[in-house]
């Protein structure tokens, strides 16, 4: 046992946190600064990582040079089960109601309710940032699970909407902090959708080595073609660095979020069971074995009907969507601690997890919790 290796749900739901061995064992990937040491690599990996420590020669720049010093540690391997030990979220005070939305947009509040089941959305206020409400979620989710934010080895930080777009996760791994956080998207047709906020998971190898895992099924797809029903597509002309004159020092933009509700509400309708259906045949557990449906919370209609053909009851299925909109990437982790905090979910719970988006992409999980 070499200590806590802690990481976050949605990128084990990625199947990028862990990967098997030909033993069964779980192998925890250690990423150090800009390197990474992976336990089991493949031939042309191992390749590859051997010949960039040759001397290189590059044209024009004098005789081979030897590269820079390895920063990477050795990939650690845990011999423990893992656990899912501690949640947190955290969204900005101020929110806007359907009632708002009315004097912005042109909408009602019944027409959002009926078709979303959305009442009201939190968004970023002046002087907020993604990073302040990232570090406020993984603080609850560490004192949740009793460990020090110096005892964490890695960092998964997951956002589609970054204070800056070359990425955030640095200011927040300086506090050794792990979070996501869903966009405030302002287009007319899908701004009464979406709302700001963070989740965090802490997961940690188990004392016991005998004890069973927390992730017991996962099942993963993507399907390109679906891409034109949901995007957000750069603004700026392709040929922007060749322009002459403003344009080429024009601010560069994205579009807003464009979204094709029945393609999208079909995609999921059928996408959810069929991922969580794998999901539990790799766990050899049946829909019966589940006690809660934590998914992805896009829209009310979407939930009830993945509930209603995985035949669970409304009653354990989590949704809080009415208060926080769809909070993106934020969505699955902020529902997940509201739950265990209200005491819905009890440790040794089984949890079936789904969550989908652009890509259009779709990952399932059957977990355990505590």
């Known amino acids: 046992m070499q200590g806590c290796r802690l990481t976050s749900l949605p990128a084990l739901l990625s199947g990028a946190a862990t990967s098997a061995d030909a033993e069964g064992e779980a192998t925890a990937r250690v990423a150090v600064q800009a390197n990474a040491s992976i336990a089991h690599q493949t031939p042309p990996?191992?390749?590859?990582?051997?010949?960039?420590?040759?001397?290189?020669?590059?044209?024009?720049?004098?005789?081979?040079?030897?590269?820079?010093?390895?920063?990477?540690?050795?990939?650690?391997?845990?011999?423990?089960?893992?656990?899912?030990?501690?949640?947190?979220?955290?969204?900005?005070?101020?929110?806007?109601?359907?009632?708002?939305?009315?004097?912005?947009?042109?909408?009602?509040?019944?027409?959002?309710?009926?078709?979303?089941?959305?009442?009201?959305?939190?968004?970023?206020?002046?002087?907020?940032t993604l990073v302040q409400h990232a570090t406020a979620s993984a603080n609850r989710a560490l004192e949740m699970a009793g460990i020090s934010a110096k005892d964490i080895d890695l960092v998964l930080f997951a956002t589609s909407s970054p204070d800056d777009v070359f990425g955030s996760a640095c200011q927040v791994c300086t506090a050794r902090r792990n979070a996501r956080r869903g966009p405030q998207e302002r287009g007319a047709r899908t701004c009464i959708l979406f709302g700001d906020g963070c989740g965090a998971v802490v997961v940690s190898t188990n004392p016991d080595p005998s004890a069973p895992g927390a992730i017991l099924g996962m099942e993963m797809g993507s399907d390109g073609a679906g891409h034109r029903h949901l995007h957000c597509t750069f603004a700026g002309g392709?040929?922007?660095?060749?322009?002459?004159?403003?344009?080429?020092?024009?601010?560069?933009?994205?579009?807003?979020?464009?979204?094709?509700?029945?393609?999208?509400?079909k995609f999921a309708v059928r996408t959810v069971p069929a991922v969580i259906d794998g999901a539990l045949a790799k766990a050899n557990l049946t829909k019966e074995s589940v006690d809660w449906l934590v998914m992805h919370q896009a829209n009310q209609r979407i939930l009830d009907a993945a509930a209603l053909r995985l035949g669970l009851p409304a009653d354990r299925v989590?949704?809080?969507?009415?208060?926080?909109?769809?909070?993106?990437?934020?969505?699955?982790?902020?529902?997940?601690?509201?739950a265990v905090r209200g005491g819905l979910i009890k440790p040794g719970d089984k949890i079936a997890m789904a969550g989908f988006g652009a890509g259009l992409t779709w990952a399932g999980a059957i977990v355990r919790w505590g």
């Not at 922007?240 to 509400?265: C, L, T, W």
């Open 318 to 338: 989590v949704s809080n969507l009415a208060q926080y909109g769809n909070t993106s990437a934020a969505s699955i982790p902020l529902a997940l601690d509201e």
């Open 45 to 128: 990996a191992r390749s590859m990582l051997s010949s960039i420590q040759q001397p290189i020669a590059w044209p024009g720049f004098g005789p081979a040079r030897s590269p820079l010093p390895r920063t990477s540690k050795p990939a650690v391997r845990c011999r423990a089960a893992e656990m899912l030990v501690g949640v947190g979220s955290s969204v900005p005070e101020t929110f806007l109601t359907n009632h708002d939305l009315e004097k912005l947009v042109q909408t009602s509040d019944e027409w959002i309710v009926s078709r979303t089941g959305i009442k009201k959305r939190h968004v970023l206020g002046k002087g907020e």
């Open 238 to 265: 392709g040929l922007k660095p060749m322009a002459e004159g403003d344009e080429a020092s024009s601010r560069a933009s994205y579009a807003n979020i464009h979204m094709a509700g029945q393609d999208v509400f």
